[in-house]
Structure formats: structure tokens, C-alpha cells
């Protein structure tokens, strides 16, 4: 008898040791780790990020954007959280395809990926193909029930001209805000 308690004893502790602290997604920026093993969760309890999944399509300028969103949940040592992903295509405004992600797998450098969700609005890490010679910085994104506005900001300008033709990789507007409108 003494044996059964003492291994249901351990089997409790064991799982109180080895479980997984849920934090909802919107207090990740508030959270204060105080034990860095500690297993956590980021998850969407509230389902805020449902509000952003779909197809969101516009213009701004002379070209055509279309960001096609959907969740996942990254692991990254002890914790997990979920996140949403963007694959988009930019075009002209005649149709001609500019740049197109939406057949690269998830785990591309050239999907959005998604940071962290913030007093109403989601950040996403951006990278554009070309290496030294392309965007990247962070896509910030607000949604007010049917439409979203999208801002893009640099990183530090690492771009070395001397390596690079004559343009760079410029697929968004830098610091300017630009709609589109859920499909």
C-alpha cells in the first residue's frame, strides 16, 4: 500500500514538474520569466488572431498586394506560442507578378513571421529575396473588422550599394500605411 501511494506521490509531482504554463498570447509582452526551463504556452485562448486569417487584398502606389494569412504555433526551447504567418504576392497594377510566396513552405525566410501581438496590432519579422540587396524589418498590421492596415518599417540600412545593382528589393512602402480589404 505504502508503495502505491509513494509512486502516485511521484507521478504527481512528475507532472506538476513537467507541466506547461498557458499564458494568454495578449500578456506575452507583459510576461516576466522568472524561471527561463519553464515550460510555457502563448496561446491564443481569446482567439485574437482569428480576426486577421484570410485573404486580404489592395493597392497602394503602382502596386497590388495580396497577404494570404494563416496560424501556426512556433517552438523555440521551453516555450511555444502561436503566430500568424503571411505568404503574399505583389504585382503591378497591370497583373504582372512582381514577387510571389505563396508556394514556399512555412518555414522559408521569406514568409512573415509572426513576433508578437500588441496594444491592437500584430508585428511581423519581414525578409525580401536578395540577400544584401532586399528589404527587411518588421510589417506591422491593424484590423478594424474588414479592412487592415499594413506599415512596413526598416531595419538599420545594411545595404551596401557597391554590391547591389542599381535597386534594391522594394516591396513595400517604408513607413507608410496602406489598406486591403478581407476577401
Known sequence: ???????????????TVNA????????????NFINRNEKIYFKDVNNILG???GT?????????????????????????????????????LTGNIIENTTSLPESSNYIMKGLQY??????????????????????LIYVDNKTMDVIFRHEADFVDL????TSI????????IFKLMKQ
Open 56 to 92: 486580404w487584398i489592395g493597392a497602394h502606389g503602382n502596386k497590388k498586394y495580396e497577404f494570404r494569412i494563416t496560424k501556426s504555433i512556433r517552438i523555440f526551447q521551453t516555450m511555444k506560442f502561436d503566430r500568424l504567418l503571411i505568404s503574399y504576392i505583389v504585382s503591378d
Open 1 to 15: 500500500m505504502k508503495k502505491i501511494i509513494y509512486l502516485s506521490v511521484l507521478m504527481v509531482f512528475g507532472l
Open 51 to 53: 480576426k486577421y486569417l
Open 118 to 139: 500588441y496594444n491592437n496590432g500584430y508585428y511581423l519579422n519581414y525578409v525580401a529575396k536578395g540577400g544584401n540587396c532586399a528589404q527587411s524589418g518588421q510589417i
Open 162 to 165: 557597391t554590391e547591389c545593382p
Open 169 to 176: 528589393n522594394q516591396y513595400f512602402p517604408a513607413s507608410v
Open 20 to 31: 506547461q504554463k498557458i499564458v494568454p498570447l495578449e500578456k506575452k509582452h507583459d510576461y
